[in-house]
């Protein structure tokens, strides 16, 4: 029996969860890209300059400001719902989040090592890592993972082959 209800569950939350690594880990990366050349900007890059002398709480502070300043768009989302603009709604959500992410990934690695001198930040910034990496593990270990990697992989192959082959002429 109990191998019946790994398997159920297994089917029901493999597809779910992989979905949710595969788009946290892209969005992520591009994110970072983009919010890497946007640093790059004098004025931004002064910013974070002067973020990273923050003396540790301030630091706490500058990481979450910015889901304070993102309300704004949340509440707009939801009064085009109010509204019946469900279309506008679901952009401002994510359009919010996309920008929330982006921020706060770029915050987190700048002021990560301020941050990590808060012994109580530490030990959640350490357990929380332990168990999101433990559920990647998890789902990449599945054989439905597995087989969904090497077909992504078999796809990017063949469209740089195609990609390759159009250039060529």
Known sequence: MKQHLKRALEIAIVPFAAAIVFFEQTLIRYLNRVMAAVAAWPPIARLEAWLVRLPPYWALLAFVAPSILILPIKLAALWFGMHGQY???????????????????????????????????????????????????????????????????????????????LFAR
């Open 87 to 165: 279309s506008m709604a679901l952009a401002s959500v994510i359009v919010g989040k996309l920008l929330a992410t982006a921020i706060l990934a770029r915050l987190y690695r700048i002021l990560r090592p301020t941050l990590m001198t808060i012994p109580w930040f530490a030990r959640g910034d350490t357990w929380f890592f332990y168990w999101r990496d433990r559920a990647y593990a998890f789902v990449r270990a599945m054989p439905a993972w597995q087989k969904a990697v090497a077909l992504v992989r078999a796809m990017r192959a063949r469209m740089t082959e195609l990609v390759s082959a």
